[in-house]
């Protein structure tokens, strides 16, 4: 049954993408969430609408977490479940047209089972079974790197963190070979698969911006977890470290430590 979701997500990806670039060309109506910065439009929307029609359709008995919060949500993780990002980095998506991502994971009772991360623009399709590894564009594909060390690496970490020096963080960048920062967990998962950076720090991560990343983290032993160590809670928003195992063991010990 994975085998025909994961190839039931990549038709229903398909689909997005084409209405994504169609919309690209035309008018798109763009809404602020809790600030000016957190955007909606009515891309989202319409995307997150196709991946909850679709799996209503065909899985009637699964649940749906999903970033635009459209109907019921699930208050726990038992039986089969979706978590979508229908567009990971909206704000990249309006005022770049680029660096966004469809991110869609499956869980069954809360372990993760399927996971895509879907880098739009750029046609780069990561897809992750539980226990059969990554698959690039299809093919068979295994990270560059099996650990990465914090003073040889680049890494990526949340903009605010940085100019708040939040838990210490300036000192894991002044320790590593230098900041990147992508505005899009999705991407910035990618980043970490291809072993362009070490590590991904993000204070507020919700379900739908880690489920997926997850399941392809957890495919190739890449570290996933909150600032205190404890798993990722996929019912609520989160502080959370993706790493390669020796950075992940450098920098824990400043996210664990006092704010």
Do not use: C
């Not at 910065?37 to 991946?51: A, I, P, Q």
């Not at 998506?93 to 680029?98: A, D, G, M, P, S």
């Not at 002044?174 to 698969?193: C, P, Q, T, V």
């Amino acid at each position: 049954m994975l085998e025909v979701r994961a190839a039931l997500v990549r038709e229903w990806i398909e689909e997005a993408t084409a209405y994504i670039h169609d919309q690209l060309d035309g008018e798109i109506e763009i809404q602020s969430k809790s600030n000016r910065k957190d955007l909606v439009t009515s891309v989202d929307k319409e995307v997150e609408l196709l991946f909850r029609q679709k799996i209503a359709e065909n899985f009637p008995d699964d649940r749906y977490i999903g970033e635009e919060r459209m109907g019921d949500t699930p208050s726990n993780l038992a039986g089969g479940v979706w978590i979508v990002d229908p567009i990971d980095g909206t704000a990249n998506f309006v005022l770049q047209q680029n660096h966004f991502a469809i991110m869609v994971a499956y869980y069954e009772d809360g372990l993760g089972k399927l996971g895509v991360v879907y880098d739009v623009m750029n046609d780069d399709y990561f897809e992750a079974t539980a226990g059969q590894g990554i698959k690039r564009n299809g093919q068979v594909f295994q990270p560059p790197f099996k650990d990465k060390i914090l003073k040889d690496s680049l890494i990526a970490v949340n903009g605010g963190m940085v100019m708040t020096d939040a838990y210490k963080v300036q000192e894991l960048v002044k320790e590593s070979m230098g900041l990147r920062i992508y505005g899009s967990a999705g991407i910035e998962i990618i980043a970490l698969l291809k072993g362009e950076i070490a590590a991904y720090v993000s204070p507020r991560l919700q379900p739908w911006d880690i489920a997926a990343g997850q399941v392809l983290a957890n495919e190739v032993g890449i570290q996933v977890s909150q600032f205190t160590g404890e798993p990722v809670d996929l019912l609520n928003q989160n502080r959370v470290l993706v790493a390669y195992p020796s950075a992940y063991r450098r920098m824990i010990e400043n996210l664990k430590g006092p704010r």
